[in-house]
């Protein structure tokens, strides 16, 4: 549980008021925010916390948190 909420904590950062920024599916965990203004050490952390930023979804996902 402590590394989703580190790993919220961050995407807080960078989300700020969007609405909806979650979504959960089967296995899936994902957050949308934008990469591109995300800091290199953010992104380099939420890797290992069990986020990497999938090119299809224009999202971040992990499979380590689940939706069901």
């Keep these: 549980m402590k590394d989703l909420i580190e790993a919220l904590k961050i995407f807080e950062k960078y989300i700020g008021d969007k609405i909806y920024p979650t979504w959960a599916e089967h296995d899936e965990f994902g957050v949308c925010c934008d990469k591109e203004n995300m800091s290199e050490e953010d992104i380099k952390k ?7 930023y999938n090119e299809e979804y224009e999202c971040f996902v992990s499979y380590k948190y689940g939706s069901c």
């Design 46 to 52: 939420l890797d290992e916390l069990g986020f990497f």
